[in-house]
Every structure is written in C-alpha cells, then in structure tokens.
C-alpha cells in the first residue's frame, strides 16, 4: 500500500493503448520494433533504419515513440510534440511503420520505463528496442541503461563514424557475452533477453540537428 494521500498509478489497459495507436493494436506474438527519440524533426534517418529493421529483423511493424521531451537534450528548441508527431507522420507514409505519442499516455520519461510498462500492456507481444550506434555510445548516460539489456532485446544500427567507439563502450562491453551473430538477426525478437545485434547497414550521416540549423532538408537522403 502507499502512503496515506497517495495515489496508485493508472494501469495501462491495452484498449488505452490501442487508442494511442490510432484504435489499432498488434495481434498476439507480433513482432515490434521500438525506435524512440525525439523527431525534432522526423528524417530520412529514421525512415531508413526502420526499413533496416523491417527487412534484416523480420518485423511486423515499427513504432516510432515521439518523446514529449529527452531528459538528455534541452527544451529550448523543442517543437511541441503534436508538430513533431504530424511531421513524422507525414514522412513515414509507410503501412508497416505507425507514429504514436505513445510516452504521454504511459507518463514514462525514461527508455527503461517506458519498455517495462509497454511489456506489462502487451505481453504477447515481441519487443525490440532499435537504437543507433551514436546511442548505444553514450548508453551508460541514460537512466536504468542495464535493465533496457536485462529486460528487452536490443538492435543496434551503425552510423557514420560510431561503430567502433560504440563496440568499444561501457555497454557493448558490459553485454558482449549476449551479441548475437549479425546472420542471426532475424532470430532476435524472439530470443530471451539479454540479447542484442550489431547491424551494418547503408550509413546516412542525417540529424536532426542539421536539419533545425538549415544546412539540409528533412526529406533529403544523404546515404553513402
């Protein structure tokens, strides 16, 4: 019980869910990736990794979790989350691919929760956490980082200049004893965590960051 004058969390229900789904929700086992972040703005970045993801993984579909604010970037600079929400909406434009302000309706701030109250939602479901190689660098920043190992699988996508620092970092050394043979990336959602996969795909230097000072478009694709 809590305190006196305390009150309990709401429980998640799927049907909440689902409303923050668009009034969809996965049939059971499916295979989900989860690309978090901010979107401020959505890119061809982001697009290209969930197609990554949709092909070597064997995905159902991707999520995009629109963050309604990055305890790691400041809010100065952030657009409101329905502009974001909208813009990647209308960059997705992919069947397998569904935006969602998700986060607000769990009330989570950070990955770990958010993964832990989607799992407890919709247990039938297949989790996969997609995340860049610029991330997984910097992982040992983030809140409860070694539960999101401990407690969902993990695919990491390279990015220009990263992958050996990121190879070389706190987690992928804390997990190596897990990484999965990158042939093996389509086994990966229905592994058990801890588990996790090194992806080499076509390398697009895009961010966000370039596109809000000017020096390229959203839509623009920089691969190399």
Same mark, same amino acid.
């Given at each position: !019980? ?16 689902? %409303?923050?789904?668009?009034?969809? #929700? +996965?049939? +059971? ?6 690309? &978090?972040?901010? =979107?401020?703005?959505? @890119?061809?970045? @982001? ?7 949709? %092909?070597?993984?064997? /995905?159902?579909?991707?999520?995009? #979790?629109? *963050?309604?604010?990055? +305890?790691?970037? +400041?809010?100065? &600079?952030? $657009? ?45 479901? @297949? =989790? ?14 983030? @809140? ?16 220009? *200049?990263?992958?050996? %620092?990121? /190879? ?11 990484? !999965?043979?990158?042939?093996? $990336? ?25 596109? %809000? ?9 920089? =691969?190399?």
């Amino acid at each position: !019980m809590g305190k006196p004058g305390s009150t309990r969390p709401a429980i998640i229900t799927p049907t909440k869910v689902g %409303r923050a789904l668009g009034g969809y #929700l +996965p049939p +059971p086992g499916a295979k989900i990736g989860l690309l &978090g972040g901010s =979107f401020n703005p959505a @890119h061809q970045g @982001h697009l290209q990794i969930s197609r990554e993801a949709l %092909r070597r993984l064997g /995905l159902d579909e991707v999520w995009w #979790l629109v *963050s309604p604010q990055n +305890p790691l970037k +400041p809010q100065n &600079g952030m $657009a409101p989350l329905s502009e974001r929400v909208t813009k990647a909406q209308e960059l997705a434009r992919h069947p397998k691919i569904r935006v969602t302000p998700l986060e607000s309706l769990l009330n989570t701030q950070f990955t770990a929760d958010t993964l832990r109250k989607l799992r407890k939602s919709l247990p039938k479901a @297949h =989790f996969v956490w997609l995340l860049g190689a610029d991330n997984l660098y910097q992982l040992e920043k983030w @809140h409860n980082w070694q539960q999101i190992f401990d407690e969902t699988v993990v695919a990491i996508f390279d990015r220009p *200049s990263y992958a050996l %620092r990121a /190879l070389a970092g706190k987690a992928a050394r804390t997990f190596a004893s897990y990484r !999965m043979d990158e042939r093996s $990336a389509r086994r990966l959602a229905r592994s058990k965590p801890p588990a996790w996969v090194f992806l080499h795909t076509p390398l697009n230097p895009l961010s966000a960051t370039q596109i %809000r000072s000017g020096q390229v478009r959203s839509g623009q694709s920089q =691969f190399l």
